[in-house]
């Protein structure tokens, strides 16, 4: 199978047309061609419009045709904000917090992402990666084309340089692409408690210049939160690291209101995620400057939290994106269908307003909008295909995959009608 491909009839090609993020209004368009068709060629994509305008006296030889009749198409999602790659699993504090603990009194008795350093520094690499490849694997069966992954189960030069080795390495062996991020200040060690900027300073100088180096991540970020780092940590460390040439997202404003959304504003951070408790002043000026609010309502429902106020940024015209916040503590998930559903029944948006969140603003808040993220001449041929010939199965067959085929680069490599995606790959 080469990646020339040609994807013809579709009852709605949902293209998510554009090369910046959406604000506000605009997230309600999705643009949408009727009996719509795409050209994939080299794994670019060529040509997108009506079938029978495009296609007609086309010489289609050396293009794989897919007949998507009666099936709504899509661009692949993007998932801007994971924890994917990490040692060990937190299942006992799952059922801690069941019985009423809550997630930040389990990280301060050294539980919690502290535990998952622990395992992640016994880790060898290859685990790292073969475990990676296979939570990419899950999330390829979603729809997802390309995912952002973070370090910060290191908190040290070896463990944090190993972690963004593997996710290097996964990057290179499997289809879906993966964007790296830097999450030094994820937690404070035990050694610096009280010494905070002792630790941000041993990141900027030890850690941080080897990984710009070695281009192992693009993004820094913080945990920026009461009794982690705080706003003036947080400040320091990510002026340190935009100077150094990083872009910034960091964890904002997640459990306590402490000025996060105000902070992302002031430092023209590309990305403020989380945002629970982001007051209403925060919000409306990153409408203004232009901050993406990546939204994670996976996490607010397994810490049996409040959401993100995503209908009160939408209509003050911020760019929200969603995200799954996969990791192995607060939010132990892939799963696309679940996000989809807690946006559109605990957070008040529209179906419309959600797949724009998890295509062209997720690639924005990854700032990748100009490549990936719609189905737009040039774009990276990423493509959804569902089971169903409209959009609006995606939030109405609650909590369930509809995603029928995935295609990478012009080369399908999930198939649900196949056995998923290890017989794809194979082929
Ligand atoms: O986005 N809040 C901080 N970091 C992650 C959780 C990491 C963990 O619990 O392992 C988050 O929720
Ligand atoms: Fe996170």
Not at 255 to 277: F, M, P, R, T
Not at 362 to 372: E, F, G, L, P
């Amino acid at each position: 199978m080469n990646n020339n491909l040609i994807i013809k009839n579709a009852s709605q090609l949902v293209t998510c047309s554009g090369f910046r993020a959406k604000q506000g209004k605009e997230m309600s368009d999705l643009h949408i061609v009727e009996n719509g068709a795409l050209i994939i060629e080299d794994g670019l994509i060529k040509s997108v419009g009506e079938s029978s305008l495009i296609l007609d006296n086309l010489d289609t030889t050396g293009f794989d045709v897919i007949d998507a009749g009666g099936k709504a198409v899509l661009p692949g999602f993007v998932d801007p904000h994971t924890h994917f790659v990490f040692g060990g699993y937190r299942e006992e504090e799952f059922s801690w917090r069941l019985r009423g603990d809550s997630y930040m009194d389990i990280m301060n008795r050294g539980g919690g992402i502290l535990s998952t350093v622990r395992a992640t520094k016994a880790a060898a690499k290859e685990s790292l990666v073969s475990t990676g490849l296979a939570r990419l694997d899950s999330m390829a069966s979603f729809g997802v084309t390309t995912v952002e992954g973070k370090s910060g189960y290191g908190l040290d030069h070896d463990t944090e340089i190993k972690q963004l080795e593997a996710m290097k390495e996964i990057d290179e062996k499997h289809p879906l692409d993966v964007v790296k991020t830097f999450l030094g200040p994820h937690a404070v060690p035990g050694e610096y408690k009280g010494k905070e900027e002792i630790f941000i300073d041993y990141l900027i100088n030890d850690v941080m210049p080897e990984v710009l180096e070695r281009d192992l991540a693009e993004f820094s970020d913080i945990f920026c939160e009461e009794n982690v780092f705080s706003i003036e940590h947080s400040r320091y460390f990510l002026n340190r690291a935009k100077d150094m040439g990083f872009k910034l997202k960091f964890h904002a404003d997640e459990i306590v209101q402490i000025g996060g959304a105000e902070l992302a504003v002031e430092l023209g951070a590309l990305s403020a995620d989380h945002l629970l408790q982001a007051s209403d002043m925060g919000i409306r000026s990153m409408a203004k400057v232009g901050v993406i609010p990546t939204l994670l309502p996976g996490t607010a429902f397994g810490l049996k939290g409040s959401y993100a106020r995503a209908r009160y940024m939408i209509d003050n015209n911020c760019a929200v994106a969603l995200a799954t916040d996969m990791n192995p503590g607060s939010c132990f998930t892939e799963s696309i269908p679940l996000i989809i559903a807690l946006a559109a029944l605990h957070m008040n948006m529209t179906t419309e307003e959600i797949i724009t969140s998890l295509t062209i603003n997720s690639a924005a808040a990854i700032d990748r909008a100009d490549i990936i993220g719609s189905i737009d001449v040039g774009k990276k041929g990423d493509i959804i295909i569902l089971e169903f010939p409209s959009y609006q199965y995606l939030p109405y067959h609650i909590g369930v995959s509809i995603v029928e085929r995935v295609i990478k680069g012009g080369k399908v490599i999930y198939d649900k009608r196949k056995g998923g995606i290890s017989n794809c790959l194979l082929t």
